[in-house]
């Protein structure tokens, strides 16, 4: 919601920035429907939630050159407490910075997650760090969860979390997670890891958790394998057994949101 300026109150208040564009609506956040693991595809319709969960496996990606077909982003309109302006204050645009301390939106509020929408997105991305990560030390865990939200905002794969960690999951041995196609049952053994899982996911989701050192990274394989696709890639960071990249061809990612409170990150790779 765009408000116009008050200026009676005070005709020297001025504008910071830009308003944001009109938020999109999107219709169809995926269900637990298999989407693979190469990162640009959609799941097939009318998949089904997998059984279980998956598998810890390594992410083996290659560089996306868009989607075929993308889900538009849910979008919901949010309602905007009033600011009054006084002399000598800038008022910023309502969708730059969010909540009582101004802080920059969470990437549940720019996926636009309903009550629903929230609990299977927290869910996808739980799933995804325990298989993925759940043998590395907290930080291990983040980077991962971060390299899968960096990847919903990129515009190169899909724009929602389940669409990410599923993509392609339909194509045998052939998808970005190979936990979500190699056609193994998948379940958690480690029901104490998975609760940690969960609850970084749900504080990436809130916005608290974020590594400088991964930055806007999108890629990372595990040491022990030497993928091609690394000769386009910027090197961001090693952390435990993954390397993070970031494609070249796509900079350096500064137009694409960041979040987190880094004693917070700290905090709770501590506690966790």
């Known amino acids: 919601m765009i408000e116009t300026l008050p200026v009676a109150i005070d005709p020297d208040a001025k504008v910071a920035a830009l ?15 298999p989407q693979s693991r190469v990162l640009g595809a959609e799941p097939p319709n009318g998949a089904e939630p997998p059984e279980g969960v998956k598998k810890q496996d390594k992410l083996l990606s290659s560089p996306g050159d868009g989607l075929d077909e993308t889900a538009e982003r849910q979008g919901t309109s949010k309602d905007v407490s009033r600011d ?10 309502k969708g730059e910075v969010t909540g009582e301390g101004r802080a920059p939106m969470t990437p549940a509020e720019r996926l636009g997650l309903d009550e629903a929408a929230r609990a299977k997105t927290e869910k996808c991305l739980a799933v995804a760090i325990y298989f993925e990560a759940r043998g590395e030390p907290v930080r291990g865990q983040i980077a991962v969860a971060q390299v899968i939200l960096n990847r919903a905002f990129s515009g190169h794969y899909p724009n929602t979390v389940c669409g990410v960690v599923y993509q392609n999951s339909h194509r045998h041995n052939a998808c970005q997670f190979s936990f979500t196609c190699d056609g193994i049952p998948d379940v958690v053994r480690e029901p104490d890891a998975m609760e940690r899982a969960k609850k970084i996911a749900a504080l990436m989701l809130d916005g608290k958790l974020w590594l400088s050192e991964v930055g806007k990274s999108t890629h990372y394989h595990a040491y022990w394998v030497s993928p091609g696709w690394v000769r386009e890639m910027t090197r961001m960071y090693k952390l435990g057994v993954h390397t993070f990249y970031r494609p070249r061809k796509w900079g350096d990612g500064a137009d694409k949101p960041e979040w987190g409170d880094a004693e917070v990150t700290a905090a709770t790779a501590r506690r966790l």
């Open 19 to 33: 308003p944001p564009a009109a938020s999109q609506s999107d219709a169809s956040i995926p269900d637990w429907g």
């Open 84 to 93: 009054t302006a006084k002399g000598g204050e800038t008022i910023a645009a």
